[in-house]
């Protein structure tokens, strides 16, 4: 089983700062996704990365996807306190398996 | 539209009790999974399955079983519940190589 290491695993910054996290393993994926949850409730999707090199911009948001397809990175403009949450990503390994990180807790203060 | 639908949501159980979390979801999705969520931690992959007859190991399978005996449900069964049990856990769904639709949750303590 392949793991995916994510960090940093708490960050706690100010409104309007910038922010990045990372999603690291030893092996490749076929894709990657990276998650939002809120308490009480499941993970809801942000983005899928499935190309080596690939750059996905939401709004605010920047996904880089590893040229190897083994680390990925999520890059945060201008936090906002909506953006309070635990960031999930998630691996695929070869045969559908979809295993996550650790999570990072963002807690953004205005 | 439903789409994943998890009971219980709350359940507490005695040590060496068994139960069934159920799974259902209304999407025709292939692929099932279950995860379990410690607090404030990511998810950990318990068993998947990609259809109907067909299930797998994920990375903390002891202490749990699945069936898939239609492509709709996925009960996940615990045997002689320990207090390392207790935890959210998450049912999901998705098609092929596509995004994962979650479940509220079942939050279990074993006491």
């Known amino acids: 089983t392949q793991l995916l290491e994510q960090s940093p695993q708490f960050l706690s910054i100010q409104e309007g700062e910038n922010l990045t996290v990372y999603c690291n393993s030893s092996?490749?994926?076929?894709?990657l996704q990276w998650y939002r949850q809120e308490p009480g409730e499941g993970p809801v999707l942000l983005v899928t990365?499935?190309?080596?090199?690939e750059v996905k911009k939401l709004k605010r948001l920047t996904f880089q996807f590893g040229d190897a397809r083994k680390d990925s990175s999520l890059h945060i403009t201008a936090a906002q306190p909506g953006d309070t949450g635990l960031y999930l990503c998630a691996g695929e390994e070869y045969g559908n398996k979809l295993v996550f990180g650790a999570g990072t807790i963002l807690r953004v203060k205005s | 539209n439903a789409g994943v639908t998890q009971t219980p949501k709350f359940r507490i159980l005695k040590i060496g009790q068994s139960m069934t979390l159920q799974c259902t979801q209304d999407m025709n999705h292939n692929y099932m999974y279950w995860y379990r969520q410690d607090p404030g931690m990511g998810l950990k992959l318990i068993y998947y399955?990609?259809?109907?007859?067909?299930?797998d190991k994920g990375e903390v399978p002891n202490g749990y079983n699945v069936s898939r005996s239609t492509t709709e449900d996925f009960p996940l069964r615990l045997e002689l519940a320990a207090p390392s049990q207790t935890s959210v856990y998450f049912c999901a769904s998705r098609r092929v190589a596509g995004e994962l639709f979650f479940g509220e949750g079942s939050r279990l303590t074993v006491l």
């Open positions: 399955s990609v259809g109907a007859g067909i299930t």
């Open positions: 092996s490749v994926f076929s894709s």
């Open positions: 990365v499935v190309t080596g090199g």
